[in-house]
């Protein structure tokens, strides 16, 4: 009994995992055509479009799943974020870089365009981006466990007459 609700739990956490990844991709796209009204700005490094989609994501699952186990996908992102941040300060060097070392890393990871400009703003899509969608995730899917029993989505019932 127990080992089924352990592969249980490990189903449904996987499912999260790909529900997460498919509102990252359709963020993505929209990300493409809004992103030049806030290029230039420190909000570019979050990705506004793909953090919303992963909270609507959180949102439209949890209400109807009322899964606990989705408040804790920003953990993930978090780990994730905090790894490159930590990697990529083992690397820094004084003698290659302009500013100091923490410096570097806000911008490498939070800065706008012209910030982290000599890394292509890489750190900020492979790590910043999923740490913010991540995040976002779990707090629609916190606001999905909070919706009141009236408001969620009823299930049909067939009636035989």
Known sequence: MAA???????AIGLLHLIL?????GIGFVLEV???RYYQDSHLAAFS????ATAFLMGLLVN???KDRGALFIWIAGVLWLAFAIWDEGRWWEYSWSHESKTQYLIHMF?????QCSAS??????????????????SIGAAVG?????????????QSTS
């Open 110 to 114: 939070f800065g706008t365009a012209q």
């Open 145 to 157: 466990l909070m919706i009141p029993a009236w408001l969620r989505p009823r299930k049909q019932t």
């Open 33 to 35: 055509f809004v992103s």
């Open 48 to 51: 506004p479009c793909i953090a």
């Open 20 to 24: 997460f990844g498919f509102a990252f």
């Open 120 to 137: 292509e703003c890489i750190g900020e899509l492979l790590f910043t981006t999923p740490c913010a969608a991540a995040i976002a995730y």
């Open 4 to 10: 089924e609700r352990w592969w249980h739990s490990v």
């Open 63 to 65: 209400r109807t799943r």
